[in-house]
């Protein structure tokens, strides 16, 4: 079973629409990290947002928000008003504790989101 | 203000050779992680270094080791390529602890054939 499962594979919208990006994750663990990160054709990762497992306040960032609710295990990913610059793959993470401190995260498959003009 | 730089951004391998990839942290930053990631997939963990030591390691065989040096900067080996080798791999660096998240390079990009 995967650990971070995004399920959508491809998500395409038009412009100003509202899209929501789904990520579920599965960890025995009471303390862990959840990340959102944005890969645009370029390559490199951007860093969106992270969660600790004790903070399940939502967050909102601009036309960004962030849905985190253990009861479902679910941390998703709403992007308001969408525009053609937030065409990019974007990757939910988990990172979970492996002893003496250390954490190892886990990468979802990712969400491809094509927004047209 | 620079961020994480990765050098080469492209290379070609025979399979059965062995690669170095460089990686430079963003300024400030002391933690350095390697992902390898296939087409079409997520970044795989492969290791992260702090003050010079691997401090965790992911599901990759003893083929990938690393090196992180006084200035930070590190180097991701990889012996025997194998065709499977063949994906991207990013570079990430970050100061803090787990909590911080991660500033990641362009990748390079390595084609074993």
């Known amino acids: 079973a995967q650990k971070v499962t995004q399920a959508q594979t491809e998500i395409s919208v038009v412009e100003k629409e509202d899209v929501t990006l789904d990520c579920v994750y599965e960890?025995?663990?009471?303390?862990?990290?959840l990340f959102w990160y944005k890969q645009p054709p370029s390559g490199e990762l951007v860093f969106l947002i992270r969660r600790n497992s004790f903070d399940e306040q939502n967050e909102i960032s601009g036309r960004y928000s962030w849905n985190f609710q253990k009861s479902t295990s679910s941390f998703n990913f709403t992007i308001t008003a969408s525009q053609v610059v937030d065409s990019a793959v974007y990757f939910c993470a988990l990172s979970e504790p492996i002893g003496g401190g250390s954490y190892i995260p886990t990468f979802g498959r990712g969400t491809s989101l094509i927004v047209h003009p | 203000d620079a961020g994480v730089t990765q050098s080469p951004t492209h290379l070609i391998k025979t399979r059965g050779q062995q690669v170095t990839l460089r990686c430079s942290p963003k300024s400030g930053h002391d933690t350095v992680s390697w992902y390898q990631q296939a087409l079409g997939q997520g970044p795989q963990f492969i290791f992260q270094y702090y003050e010079e030591e691997e401090r965790q390691r992911g599901n990759f065989p003893d083929r990938f080791s690393g090196h992180q040096f006084p200035n930070y900067s590190s180097e991701l080996n990889v012996n025997a390529l194998l065709l499977g080798d063949s994906a991207l791999y990013l570079c990430a660096s970050r100061y803090g602890g787990e909590g911080y998240g991660y500033t990641f390079g362009s990748g390079t990009r390595l084609t074993v054939v």
């Open positions: 960890t025995r663990d009471t303390t862990y990290y």
